[in-house]
């Protein structure tokens, strides 16, 4: 019996995939998710607005309660399970990437490569749904 429900477990662990196995569909990361700010730990409030033209605008506040003090456009690009934002500068290209960890209709976990910093965003709106063309 043991036997039987080890081998039930087994499959299920590697029958089910979490979200971040699957590739993202870039579509259903178009809205805005926000990250908020912590003034013990430091980490600053972070908010992702990606919109369906490929431009992800990043906005920072250093905390919670206070305006968005820093706002910058990136250009975006999702492959598979990472998003890459990219920024010309006088300096040459800014890139980030991040690898997504966790991916739902209001959640989002992504781990920056290079620096490790983990973010964790709830979703504050998504986009509006595109209406259809009237014809005349």
Same mark, same amino acid.
Do not use: I, P, W
């Given at each position: 019996m043991r036997a039987l429900i080890g081998t039930a477990l087994l499959v299920l662990a590697? !029958? +089910?995939g979490? @979200? @971040?196995?699957?590739p993202l569909e870039p579509s259903k990361l178009v809205g805005e998710w926000d990250q908020p700010g912590d003034v013990k730990k430091k980490v600053p *409030? +972070? @908010? $992702? /607005?990606? *919109?369906s033209d490929g431009v992800a605008r990043i906005k920072i506040a250093p905390n919670a309660d206070s305006e968005f003090n820093l706002v910058t456009? $990136?250009?975006? /690009?999702v492959k598979e399970n990472t998003i890459v934002l990219t920024k010309a500068t006088r300096d040459g290209d800014l890139i980030r990437t991040f690898r997504v960890t966790k991916f739902a209709d209001d959640v989002l976990e992504a781990t920056e490569? !290079?620096? !490790?910093?983990?973010y964790r965003f709830?979703?504050?709106k998504s986009a509006a749904p595109a209406k259809p063309e009237e014809k005349k």
């Open positions: 590697c !029958g +089910t979490s @979200a @971040a196995d699957d *409030q +972070t @908010a $992702f /607005e990606f *919109q456009d $990136f250009m975006y /690009e490569l !290079g620096s !490790g910093v983990r709830k979703r504050v």
